[in-house]
């Protein structure tokens, strides 16, 4: 298994040049064909005075959507290009013009989706924005840090694992980073200890799998000690280096996570290195 075909999500310039570094490289590393995509607000009327439509305010709007869309553009084409790889753009307007949104429909005939982290002291439907790409695609998505410098390469992955659904999903999505990593450390975070499966053996059956396709793991479990798994995770990707998570999203219910936290959520606040989720 391989990623031929990946989806880089571009909201604007700043995130643009974060996302295309990981992205591009990716696509070089894989030999795949990538497509850049940013959506802008479709401008809406505003009513003079008078009663009728502002038809001044609705050009302005429409030549400052078009010249973002060109600068964002032009980012694009000229580091895809200076890459040599194969590659496509494309421009799209929403009601919301919300990139992650837009490109939904996109990302569903995709092997991987590329997103920037959402501002953590942003506003907070930004993030719900970008999540929508888990819940609506059915594709992984691969979020990129909105702060920290990227490396390049994952040599060290680390497995967030639960058993759920979720996270077997996000796991075998993650297989061709799994390949070529040095290192790959499956966490069983509070593993229950019950008649099907002791907690001392909780993702060995993972490992063995992993094993036969020709990864390099390791299987740590460990308590959360009474601090959050979100938290626990993190800690854990201080001590042993890693530079890509995997883990399923939301396998608790979303509301319950919104209300009262959980892994997703924390993980997606204080992104500290490169996280693939799959849902």
């Known amino acids: 298994m391989s990623y031929k075909t990946i989806l880089a999500v571009l909201q604007s310039k700043t995130d643009a040049e974060r996302v295309l570094d990981c992205a591009l490289h990716l696509a070089t590393q894989f030999s795949a064909h990538i497509i850049g995509v940013h959506s802008e607000a479709i401008p809406m009327p505003y009513v003079s005075p008078m009663g009728f439509p502002d038809t001044d305010f609705i050009a302005t709007s429409s030549q400052i959507n078009e010249q973002r869309t060109a600068e964002i553009k032009n980012i694009f084409e000229s580091r895809a290009q200076r890459e040599g790889i194969s590659f496509e753009w494309q421009a799209m307007q929403s009601v919301s013009g919300d990139s992650a949104i837009g490109a939904v429909s996109v990302a569903r005939t995709c092997d991987l989706v590329m997103v920037q982290q959402s501002d953590p002291q942003g506003d907070p439907a930004s993030m719900t924005n970008v999540e929508t790409l888990l819940f609506e695609s059915g594709r992984p998505v691969l979020f990129v840090p909105y702060a920290i410098p990227q490396p390049s390469g994952f040599n060290k992955v680390l497995i967030a694992w639960n058993g759920t659904q979720q996270a077997a999903r996000a796991v075998f999505d993650a297989l061709p980073f799994i390949l070529k990593a040095e290192e790959t450390i499956i966490l069983s975070l509070d593993a229950p200890d019950d008649d099907r499966e002791s907690a001392a053996v909780a993702g060995v059956d993972l490992a063995a799998t992993l094993t036969r396709h020709g990864a390099k793991v390791v299987v740590v479990s460990q308590t959360s000690g009474g601090i959050g798994a979100g938290e ?30 959980g892994a997703t959520r924390t993980v997606l606040k204080s992104m500290s290195v490169t996280t693939l989720m799959s849902r």
């Open 232 to 261: 626990a995770i993190e800690n854990h990707i201080a001590e042993t280096g890693a530079n890509l998570l995997v883990m399923g999203a939301y396998s608790q219910s979303w509301l319950k996570q919104f209300f009262f936290g």
